[in-house]
């Protein structure tokens, strides 16, 4: 498959237009406990991504876990800037969808949140250029 | 979704700014969760109040700003702080100990009930079989749904402010019938009834749940008829931070599972999985390695300990004392301190060396003092997240082991369940 000339209609959670670069997380994540929403490092010790950084990047991730504060951890990390440039979720998560709503509201940003299914999900690697449009279109960026 | 009259004016700004933002995210995430209603809630357990940095303050402070009332009885998670102690953290991080205290005095001015606990199951007046609620700690979340019947879904921060706030909530998931029915089933019958009856089975059996049951809802089947609160308080801790198990059954035992058939709603389970000693030992290490490194510490009280868990420490301690080296801390709601104050066990517990602590939990940063190095925790939760945010190796144990550790000055372990 040409992923350089692909584009996929994805479910828009939270509208708003991103470029940039895939990270993928091979498991779900708590963004309370598990991230550090003051500089964006997964510090799940149990991670298979533990120790990276999300910021800037597309994050693809099937969904959030464990502890309520999730959101909290998005929106802070969102606010200091150490947070990723959109979110591709597996799942329909209101948690990383809602973190990024508020965040988007109290602070004037364009934070997108869309919805893919799995075998888009495994189209993409970290590190692929991604667009995300404001019509939920998401693209590989033939750079 | 079609919006009644109210909830219009609410979202189109009549009520006030507040109420327009607290509706706009609420109708955003029906419109996730593809609800197509609104129901009314009777009561929110509100996480919003925990400090996760600015953001917090920034928006409760937009609510207070713009007029925000809360429209059900709305109680408080566990804070960052203690409230009542404020010498518990490392006074390095003193300004994010200040946000932390001011972000907790908001949502007091907001009108919250300030119980200050991560196990508001615990205290009196809580909700009943089928009540729609607001959950928001994933513990409690569990614990609400599948051992008191109650339903909600996994509120995070601020959807659980703006539904205090409408009294509104996406009528999707949990609150509805179908999403409750058992979908996997985990037998412990080969399990020897000795091992069962251990407070360690629970916490290592919710945390295999949490790790193989993917979105589906498990029932348990197996569990001792005489199996308490805190014991299924373990299996929802632990099954919620080691996965996402919003809702359990346990047949013969909560609300929704008084037979197997009930609780299937009349299906068949997707897959029956047996669970044998070798679970357990596995689950015991995945949870913390018993190397040379000398004892530190215990840490007790995650979700925070109940009148009944004080009963049995005080029993297993039996006026004994806690090695001067080590720091033992034990972390408990407000209310049930009263009641153990009033047995006069609070008092004994500190002469012993036990350093009790409320409002707050022990597991997360800004370091609890002194809690560093090798620390053992009868708490599967505890023993999940610490190493990510503290200075510490867990060491997980039964309640017996963390009180003949404490007292020992080093690691005492039974012989079950140690590889």
Redesign the interface.
């Known amino acids: 498959m040409n992923r350089q000339s692909s584009s996929i209609e994805a479910r828009i959670l939270i509208a708003g237009f991103a470029r940039g670069s895939a990270l993928v997380l091979d498991d779900s994540l708590s963004f309370w406990g598990g991230f550090d929403p003051s500089n964006g490092e997964i510090i799940d010790v149990h991670h298979p991504q533990y120790q990276q950084l999300v910021g800037g990047r597309i994050l693809c991730i099937s969904e959030s876990r464990g502890s309520a504060g999730t959101p909290g951890g998005i929106a802070e990390t969102l606010r200091n800037g150490s947070g990723p440039a959109a979110f591709i979720l597996g799942e329909r998560d209101v948690n990383i969808s809602v973190g990024t709503l508020v965040a988007n509201r109290l602070y004037d940003l364009e934070v997108p949140v869309i919805e893919v299914s799995l075998s888009v999900m495994k189209q993409i690697s970290s590190g692929d250029q991604l667009i995300i449009d404001r019509r939920g279109v998401m693209l590989f960026d033939a750079e | 979704m079609q919006l009644n009259a109210l909830d219009q004016d609410r979202l189109d700004g009549k009520l006030g700014k507040a109420m327009q ?1 607290a509706m ?2 609420i109708v ?2 029906a ?4 609800a197509d209603a609104l129901i009314d809630i009777s009561f929110a357990h509100i ?2 109040c ?1 400090y ?5 303050l ?2 409760v402070n ?1 609510m207070l700003e713009h007029g925000a009332t809360l429209a059900v009885p709305s109680w408080t ?1 566990n804070g960052l702080v203690s409230l009542n102690d404020l010498s518990v953290r490392d006074p390095l991080a003193s300004r994010e100990m200040h946000e932390a205290r001011e972000l907790m005095r908001a949502y007091v001015r907001l009108g919250c009930n300030p119980v200050w606990t991560c196990a508001p199951y615990q205290l009196p007046d809580r909700p009943g079989l089928g009540a729609h609620i607001v959950g ?3 513990n409690a ?1 569990s614990f609400y749904n599948s051992v008191i019947g109650a339903r909600t ?8 402010v703006c539904a205090a706030i409408t009294g509104r909530v996406p009528f999707s998931k949990l609150h509805r019938d179908e999403a409750r029915a058992a979908e996997l089933l985990y037998d412990v019958s080969a399990i020897p009834k000795q091992i069962r009856a251990n407070d360690l089975f629970y916490h290592l059996l919710g945390h295999i749940i949490g790790r193989r049951s993917a979105h589906l809802v498990p029932a348990i089947v197996g569990l001792a008829a005489d199996c308490n609160e805190d014991d299924l308080k373990a299996i929802s801790a632990a099954g ?2 080691s ?2 198990v919003p809702l359990f059954h346990a047949i013969g035992i909560t609300p929704e599972a008084a037979t197997l058939e009930i609780a299937l709603q009349g299906r068949q389970p997707l897959r029956c999985i047996e669970l044998t000693v070798n679970d357990l030992c596995q689950a015991r290490n995945e949870l913390g390695q018993n190397t040379d490194q000398a004892l530190a510490g215990i840490a007790l009280g995650t979700p925070h300990f109940s009148y009944t868990e004080f009963e049995h420490l005080v029993e297993l301690l039996a006026g004994r004392s806690i090695r001067p080296e080590l720091v033992f801390y034990l972390t408990t709601s407000r209310h049930v301190l009263q009641q153990v104050q009033l047995q006069g066990w609070a008092e004994s517990l500190q002469q012993a060396g036990i350093r009790i602590i409320t409002d707050t939990c022990t597991y ?1 940063s800004p370091v609890v003092c002194g809690l560093q190095g090798k620390i053992m925790t009868n708490s599967a939760k505890w023993a ?2 610490a ?3 503290l200075p510490v190796d867990p060491l997980i144990g039964s309640l017996q082991e963390c009180v003949e550790s404490a007292v020992s000055g080093e690691v005492v372990l039974d012989q079950w369940v140690v590889e």
């Open positions: 933002f706009e995210t955003a995430a419109h996730i969760d593809q996480d919003a925990f996760n940095g600015r953001a917090h920034d928006f937009y998670n928001s700690e994933s979340v879904n996994k509120y995070g921060d601020y959807l659980d919620s931070s996965g996402s997360f999940y997240y190493p990510g945010m």
